[in-house]
């Protein structure tokens, strides 16, 4: 539905959230407790490949204050293995992550044991008493020791593939052999991942005499997982409640299913007691989902006027040592972005998705659009260097225009439908970024030393879907004393769904903000719900309550003429207030105080069509080619982002993404050494921005076009501007180097990498 009044939505207005967090009134995992609550602490592979041949816990079980050591063989015969929640690849079965080691163990980071303990410390002082015996094996450290195969993560295969696949639209060899311009290319993403400031945590309480199960601690998919850990504890799905406390952050990696998700619970029931388990921020870096490691040949056919006539190549994913719950995406996300928002008649991309000896990777806001969008525009950049043509120019020639939208791209993906653009201007957008950034008038800077800083601009342009389905589920109760509590599957992840879904409530009903009151997530609020992915909080969340607002309206109109004793088709109601012909107005509080129950109604919202956004970003950067240090000058990003329900929400949620973006490309790093050893277990090792490293970032957020794709016309706006940070950034410095002959095609751009560009272009140019 078009919400008809707009009171609220719209409006820049401050977080709801804010006061109770700002004031330590906040509930995170670590502030929970239950009577009798015992701790537990998972020991962990130090291994990254060999046989489990014995864990000998006798020593901890002696400790005092310990309750128990669980290992696989207390699991029984079968070891519970974590199912896909998306991109569900028959094929990569076999690769399904079991919640514990049992013969073998992959990564450096594997639980093979619990220790549960009556404190904290006695449960890590146990922990160090467990002796592990491990026959090790050769490690996969790399995605290309995992192709070639010399050793396997699974004995029974005869590859480490996970899945492959191809996609490809148009005549791809006959564009390539009859085109004037081709060059091919390799780019390379390094590993990292989102560090949210709150790590994962649980606390489980088993109650026999219900035999029911409750889990505090449940983030982003709390249905999804209620399921999958009913499903491995035996239990029906209603006898399992997950809980959403306060989040400290998500991006991806909070809250998917890991093996701690079930041996937390099968602790709890095995013990009769209440379990919490909190991971450290080393257990978190090696833990918690990796993301967004990628190889990729890519290589563009161009006319002698710069137009883009197709693209081929290749995409590898390491995956780690198993696929977990969102792994199929990343590969999958960044061949379906690879075309961007331009005009490619021809496209063909082999998907590879490999195992290696390293943590299971899996979503990290953005998947897949970081990487296919660095991989691109770097691309389109080195062509339009080669074919002297501007890289604005370049862009705006190839960029799709508004009367070839909605724009088919085809079934680029094998597990979704074909798919389409929405509608857009992408050159409005790219000319007001390029107005913004100055790139007519710093055109003399670029390239130039000033002050021994080399400074250069880039651009980088993006589209990216949201709003995933299949739906999401609402109810609205209108209590007694008038206030409106609003109960919904989205979870919050810290990006302010309380704020902005109570501002659309408020419109939807007609009544004061300060009356609603949101409930989120929570297993046990409704009977179904589908949380927070995939930036759909408020486009399918949204619709559901503006639909069930409707719906108590209509039951409230009935109420209302009866207390007014006159036919409802003469009731109408606005801004709180029934009114009747020949009758006293009876406002929502009279109404409500009248009602011998609380009244409420349920709303649904699904659809598999999704909006897209889009935009370009620029950077002026300067280059010290003396340190390698790279100072962002300035960063503008322009995107049209439709209507917005808050535009203070949006811009925190840009600026959060870019500066989240420029860790990945200048200091994110998860490293591992040819054994596949784990090396960046601490944030000295793991570096993360601060809020000081990049003060000059501006985003400018445009209401260009409505996307038709949901009633109210809204498009997620959370995950897609990290999309083009690496490429913009890469760019800039390419052009700020471009005397030297510098062109990054692989990240981290730290100073040391910097260095041995500018090293090695140095050595191929004497050669």
């Not at 490949?49 to 029984?76: C, E």
């Not at 590879?352 to 970081?370: E, M």
């Not at 109570?502 to 589908?530: K, N, P």
């Amino acid at each position: 539905m078009q919400l008809k009044n707009s009171r609220y939505v719209g409006q820049p207005l401050p977080r709801v959230e804010d006061f109770r967090l700002l004031t330590g009134n906040g509930l995170f995992v670590d502030d929970f407790h239950r009577p009798n609550m015992t701790f537990a602490v998972v020991v962990r592979s130090p291994v990254a490949h060999g046989r489990l041949m014995s864990i000998d816990a006798s020593a901890a079980q002696a400790l005092d204050g310990v309750y128990a050591v669980l290992s696989a063989k207390d699991l029984g015969p079968e070891i519970p293995r974590i199912p896909f929640r998306i991109a569900a690849f028959k094929e990569a079965t076999p690769f399904q992550q079991p919640v514990i080691a049992k013969d073998k163990v992959r990564y450096v980071g594997e639980p093979v044991a619990v220790v549960i303990a009556e404190s904290q410390a006695i449960a890590e002082d146990a922990s160090e008493l467990i002796q592990i015996e491990i026959d090790e094996l050769p490690p996969i450290a790399s995605s290309r020791d995992s192709v070639r195969g010399d050793a396997l993560m699974l004995e029974e295969l005869s590859s480490n593939i996970a899945f492959q696949y191809n996609i490809d639209r148009g005549n791809v060899a006959d564009v390539f052999s009859g085109a004037f311009y081709k060059r091919r290319e390799t780019f390379y993403v390094q590993r990292h991942t989102a560090v949210p400031m709150e790590m994962r945590g649980l606390v489980a309480d088993w109650d026999e005499s219900n035999c029911r199960m409750s889990v505090w601690g449940a983030a982003k998919v709390p249905f999804f997982n209620r399921h999958v850990l009913a499903e491995m504890l035996g239990l029906p799905d209603n006898r399992v409640d997950l809980i959403e406390l306060d989040v400290g952050g998500g991006f991806g990696v909070r809250g998917e299913f890991y093996p701690e998700d079930f041996l937390i619970p099968f602790a709890a029931r095995h013990l009769q007691k209440p379990v919490k388990w909190a991971e450290d921020r080393r257990e978190h870096l090696m833990a918690t989902n990796h993301s967004r490691e990628f190889d990729c040949e890519l290589e563009i056919a161009c006319d002698a006027q710069g137009k883009v006539l197709g693209l081929r190549g290749k995409v590898v994913a390491d995956l780690g040592a198993y696929v977990g719950t969102t792994g199929g995406i990343l590969a999958s996300r960044a061949a379906q972005f690879m075309p961007g928002p331009y005009d490619i008649p021809a496209l063909s991309i082999d998907v590879l998705s490999v195992a290696t000896n390293k943590t299971p990777s899996g979503s990290y806001r953005g998947p897949g659009r970081f990487e296919s969008c660095f991989a691109r525009e770097r691309l389109f950049d080195i062509a339009a260097r080669d074919l002297g043509i501007d890289p604005v120019a370049f862009r705006r020639q190839n960029l799709l225009k508004p009367d070839q939208l909605p724009y088919p791209t085809g079934k680029l993906v094998p597990y979704e439908q074909d798919a389409s653009y929405d509608h857009g201007d992408h050159l409005a957008v790219l000319r007001r970024c390029a107005s913004e950034i100055g790139w007519e008038e710093k055109a003399h800077l670029r390239g130039r030393e000033v002050d021994g800083r080399y400074h250069g601009i880039g651009f980088g342009s993006f589209i990216d879907s949201s709003g995933a389905g299949p739906k999401e589920n609402c109810r609205i109760r209108l209590e007694q004393d008038s206030r409106v509590s609003v109960f919904i599957g989205s979870s919050a992840l810290g990006q302010g769904i309380e704020t902005g879904l109570s501002q659309i409530c408020a419109d939807a009903l007609e009544v004061s903000i300060e009356r609603v009151g949101i409930y989120h997530g929570s297993t046990t609020l409704l009977d179904e719900g589908f949380g927070s992915f995939h930036s759909r909080s408020i486009i399918m969340g949204g619709n559901a309550i503006a639909d069930a607002a409707e719906n108590l309206k209509s039951l409230l109109r009935v109420e209302a003429a009866r207390l007014l004793g006159c036919d409802i088709a003469n009731v109408q109601y606005g801004n709180e207030m029934f009114t009747a012909p020949a009758q006293d107005p009876l406002s929502i509080v009279d109404l409500a105080r009248q009602l011998p129950n609380t009244i409420e109604a349920d709303g649904t919202f699904g659809t598999k069509l999704k909006p897209y956004g889009y935009g370009t970003h620029a950077a002026h950067v300067a280059v010290d080619i003396r340190t390698g240090h790279v100072e962002v000058i300035d960063y503008v990003a322009v995107e049209d982002v439709g209507k917005m329900i808050n535009p203070l929400l949006v811009h925190g949620q840009k600026i959060g993404a870019i500066v989240q973006g420029l860790g990945g490309v200048f200091l994110e790093q998860l490293s591992y050494d040819e054994n596949a050893q784990f090396l960046t277990g601490s944030l000295a090792d793991y570096l993360l921005p601060t809020s000081t490293d990049y003060p000059n970032i501006r985003a400018i957020c445009l209401d260009l076009t409505r996307t038709g794709r949901n009633p109210m016309g809204v498009k997620g706006v959370g995950e897609d501007a990290i999309a083009p940070v690496a490429a913009v950034i890469g760019n800039a410095v390419a052009d700020a180097l471009s005397t030297f002959g510098v062109q990054p095609a692989r990240l981290p751009l730290t100073p040391c990498a910097i260095w041995q560009l500018l090293c090695d272009t140095a050595q191929n140019r004497t050669e």
